[in-house]
């Protein structure tokens, strides 16, 4: 899989100027930056339409979405989520970087109560990161 002509990354606007400098050519919109915004393929431009459904399948919010999680990956969605932000403690003071974030969905809540840590979320598409920050804004 060629990954080279795509990359975004969400950051809190305050540390935007300290990482990209003006005139280096990366768009920065509501916190987002397009890494390589002239690069578009298949893969990128599948996960931007799934954003919008993404979450229904990742939480199992139907039965079918649920039957496929148990049958595909052996698991529940919210025992996954759980194990994953176990090993996130509660009173970390640092830096989490989250590739992929995808919408976010699983860890949102978590890194919420995070209040002394910066997260740098990053996926492969703009829609995901978009999708991500609206999730956000009534959690943080």
């Known amino acids: 899989m060629d990954v080279s002509n795509k990359g975004t990354v969400a950051v809190k ?17 509501d916190g987002i930056i397009d ?5 578009s393929d298949p ?3 599948s996960y931007d339409k799934a954003s919008d459904f993404y979450d229904s399948y990742m939480t199992s919010a139907n039965f079918i979405s649920a039957l496929y999680n148990r049958i595909v990956w052996g698991i529940r969605d919210d ?3 759980g194990k ?19 919408t976010g969905e ?8 995070l209040k002394k840590s910066t997260i740098i979320a990053c996926d492969y598409t703009p829609g995901m990161l978009y999708k991500a920050l609206k999730l956000r804004k009534p959690r943080s």
């Open 43 to 45: 893969i990128s431009q």
């Open 79 to 81: 025992i996954y989520a």
């Open 13 to 29: 606007e305050a540390s935007l100027k300290d990482i990209f400098k003006p005139g280096l050519g990366f768009s920065i919109v």
């Open 84 to 102: 994953v932000c176990s090993f996130i403690s509660g009173d970390l003071k640092g830096v989490i970087l989250d590739v992929p974030v995808g």
């Open 106 to 113: 699983l860890t949102l809540d978590r890194y919420a109560q």
């Open 35 to 39: 890494l390589l915004p002239a690069g």
